[in-house]
C-alpha cells in the first residue's frame, strides 16, 4: 500500500448508459435502463467512498469517466460524482480529469457546467466526418453535429479536447478519409484517437458482415488509411505517441499514460478493471446486480486495508474476478504496455520497477525482433520501428506466454 500512498492511482468512472447502441460497440453497455440511473449512481458514490476508506485515502493523479456514455447523465450528476471522488481521495490539483461525450450531447452550457464541476479535459466520439459512414457505425449524430460540439467546448473555455476516430470501416472509401483528415486537421483538437474497426464477436456489425449484409472491412485499405494519417497529422504539427494516439506538444493523456507505464488506478462501476499492488480485479458487469452489491459492501462496514490481497478482495461483495499478476506475468506486461508508446520503453527503468533484468529475461526475444526489423535498440532504451506500428501485435506476443 506504500506505494498507492506516495505515488497514487488513476481513477476509472464507467457509465454504463447509452440513450442507443452502437451495432460495432462491445463494452459493458446498455441502453433502456434509465430507470437504473439513480440508484445506480447512488451505488457509484458508495463504492468511491469505500475505498476512498479501505485504500486510506491516496492521491489521486487522473480521473477518466468512460462508458457508456457519460455526458448522457442528467444535468449535475457529473459534478456530485467528482464531489464524492474529492471526498473520498485527495483529488490532485493538476490533475487530469476526462469525459467522454457524444457530440449531440454537448452545446456550450454543458460545457460550462462539466468545466464548472473540475472536468478539464473533453474526449468527443466523433468516429468520421462521413455523414453515410456515421449512419453505417448507428451514431447519433452528423457531421455538422460534431464540428458544433467542439467549437461549444472551446467557447466554453476548454482547452483540451480529444477527438476520436474510426479507420478501416465497411464501403470506407480513401476518399472519404481524406476528406475527415483534411476536416481534423483543420479543426486541430489538441489530441487525437484513431481506431481501425475491429468486428467485435456477438456484435451486430460483425453479424451483417458475416451474412454478407456488409462487406468485410478491407484490411490493406485501413493500413493505407493508418499511414496516411501519420502523414496528415505530422504535417499539421501532431507527435505520434503512442500507437493510435497524436497530441500537439504537452497535451499526451495523462490518464492512459498511466496504463501504459504500469502504473496503479482503480476502476469503479459495472466491469470496471483496476491494477493495485500486483492483482488484477474487476466488478461484476451486470448494473443491476453492482447495485445490490455493493449496498452489501456498505452494510459490511469495511475497515481499512493493510494490503491488497486475494482474500481481501474476495470479501468485496461487487468484484466479480481477480488474479494475481505473477512476476513473469508482470514483466511480459511490461515490455507489451511499455513498447506502445512510441517513444519506447527504459528498460533500466523497467526492470527495476518490476525486479528483473527485463534485458537479460527477453534476451533472445529481442534480438530476434531486432533482427528482423520490428525493435530497435539504443542503450537501454528500446522501441518499435515504424514499420512495426500496424503489426505491434506480433512484437507484443513475444513476450506474453
Not at 460540439?149 to 472519404?176: C, H, K, S
Not at 479543426?187 to 474497426?197: F, N, T
Request: aromatic share 8%.
Amino acid at each position: 500500500m506504500k506505494s498507492i500512498q506516495e505515488n497514487g492511482i488513476s481513477l476509472y468512472i464507467h457509465i454504463p448508459f447509452c440513450k442507443t447502441k452502437c451495432p460495432y460497440c462491445d463494452f459493458n453497455t446498455y441502453q433502456g435502463i434509465d430507470n437504473l440511473m439513480d440508484p445506480f449512481l447512488d451505488a457509484l458514490r458508495v463504492e468511491l467512498e469505500l475505498w476512498g476508506k479501505v485504500l486510506g485515502h491516496p492521491p489521486v493523479n487522473t480521473v477518466f469517466f468512460g462508458g457508456g456514455t457519460p455526458s448522457y447523465l442528467p444535468e449535475g450528476r457529473l459534478g456530485e460524482v467528482l464531489s464524492t471522488a474529492r471526498d473520498a481521495f485527495i483529488l490532485d490539483e493538476t490533475a487530469e480529469i476526462t469525459v467522454e461525450a457524444n457530440p449531440g450531447d454537448l452545446d456550450q452550457a454543458a460545457c460550462q457546467r462539466m468545466l464548472q464541476q473540475g472536468v478539464n479535459r473533453l474526449s468527443i466520439g466523433t468516429q468520421s466526418f462521413n455523414n453515410d459512414l456515421l449512419t453505417l457505425l448507428g451514431r447519433r449524430h452528423d457531421a455538422d453535429t460534431a464540428v458544433t460540439a467542439l467549437e461549444a467546448a472551446r467557447d466554453a473555455g476548454f482547452t483540451n479536447v480529444n477527438l476520436d476516430f474510426m479507420y478501416g470501416i465497411p464501403r470506407q472509401t480513401m476518399a472519404q478519409w481524406e476528406d475527415t483528415l483534411a476536416k481534423l486537421t483543420d479543426l486541430a483538437p489538441q489530441h487525437v484517437s484513431l481506431y481501425a474497426l475491429t468486428l467485435e464477436e456477438g456484435t451486430p456489425l460483425q453479424s451483417w458482415v458475416s451474412q454478407g449484409q456488409l462487406p468485410a472491412p478491407d484490411q490493406d485499405l485501413a493500413a493505407d488509411m493508418y499511414h496516411r494519417a501519420e502523414d496528415v497529422l505530422e504535417e499539421s504539427g501532431y507527435g505520434h505517441y503512442e500507437i493510435s494516439n497524436w497530441s500537439f506538444p504537452g497535451c499526451e493523456a495523462r490518464h492512459n499514460l498511466a496504463y501504459w507505464l504500469s502504473k496503479h488506478y482503480l476502476g469503479v462501476g459495472p466491469g470496471a478493471h483496476s491494477c493495485l499492488n500486483g492483482h488484477r480485479f474487476w466488478d461484476m458487469d451486470s448494473p443491476r446486480g453492482y447495485i445490490s452489491q455493493v449496498q452489501k459492501w456498505r452494510e459490511a462496514n469495511p475497515a481499512p486495508l493493510s494490503s491488497i490481497t486475494s482474500e481481501a478482495l474476495e470479501s468485496i461483495p461487487q468484484v466479480g474476478g481477480q488474479e494475481h499478476i505473477d512476476p513473469d506475468t508482470e514483466c511480459g506486461e511490461a515490455m507489451f504496455l511499455g513498447l506502445r508508446l512510441l517513444d519506447g520503453m527504459d528498460l533500466a527503468k523497467a526492470s527495476a520497477r518490476v525486479g528483473r533484468d527485463l534485458e537479460t529475461h527477453f534476451g533472445s526475444e529481442i534480438q530476434g525482433l531486432v533482427a528482423d526489423g520490428l525493435l530497435e535498440q539504443k542503450g537501454s532504451q528500446l522501441r518499435l520501428t515504424k514499420t512495426a506500428y500496424l503489426i505491434a501485435n506480433q512484437v507484443f506476443t513475444k513476450f506474453v506466454g
